[in-house]
């Protein structure tokens, strides 16, 4: 590589961080002082997505790179909530001309593959649809904490998402927070350390949890 390609790839790289410091603005509307950024999303959205790859027999690396890369637009865009979207006559930023004015600079080799990881023309439709359900399920996830730190409208975001998870695995782990938000019993899987450790699975006495 000479020192424009290195030059390009390091602009390319300093991009990315910025969405460490873009925030998911839906959560803006619920009144969420300090909402998670889309780097955040991102990455749990990439890691649910290898998990339902997994689950749903699909090729659970390309889910999982889509998914760390399918917000990069919003770079340059901003996150735009579903409401914010509504007006815009361009929805689909992982196609759209920003994209492609963000991987213009990289060498051939990265650019090619990073355009085929993010062209959805490509993708077999169960790649496509588990990604989306990662993506609505982290979403799902993030509602129910935020409901679980004592914001209600939360909660009724995270219910109204719930048909529109597809895939069978996707459609069981929603429907089972939902069930265990009805029981009362979803606390005890939001804090998730309370039962982490060498120790897992057996009653504290204690009181020190």
Not at 27 to 36: H, I, R, S, T
């Amino acid at each position: 590589m000479n020192d424009e390609d290195l030059a390009n790839i390091a602009r390319f790289i300093f991009e990315l961080g910025q969405l460490k410091r873009t925030p998911r603005s839906g959560w803006l509307k619920l009144g969420v002082d300090n909402p998670e950024s889309v780097a955040e999303h991102s990455f749990r959205t990439a890691a649910i997505g290898f998990l339902l790859g997994k689950l749903e027999g699909e090729n659970s690396y390309e889910v999982a790179g889509y998914c760390l890369f399918h917000d990069m637009a919003e770079t340059r865009t901003l996150d735009l909530d579903w409401l914010a979207q509504d007006y815009l006559k361009k929805r689909d930023y992982i196609s759209s001309d920003v994209v492609n004015d963000q991987l213009s600079g990289l060498p051939k080799g990265l650019k090619g593959s990073l355009k085929e990881l993010l062209d959805g023309s490509t993708k077999s439709e169960g790649v496509k649809q588990v990604a989306r359900d990662a993506d609505l399920l982290e979403l799902i996830f993030q509602a129910f904490e935020i409901a679980h730190q004592g914001n209600p409208l939360a909660e009724k975001w995270a219910t109204n998402t719930l048909p529109s998870l597809k895939t069978d695995s996707g459609r069981q782990i929603g429907e089972f927070l939902k069930e265990k938000q009805r029981e009362g019993r979803l606390n005890h899987l939001v804090t998730w350390w309370e039962e982490a450790g060498p120790n897992q699975g057996q009653d504290n006495q204690s009181g020190s949890r």
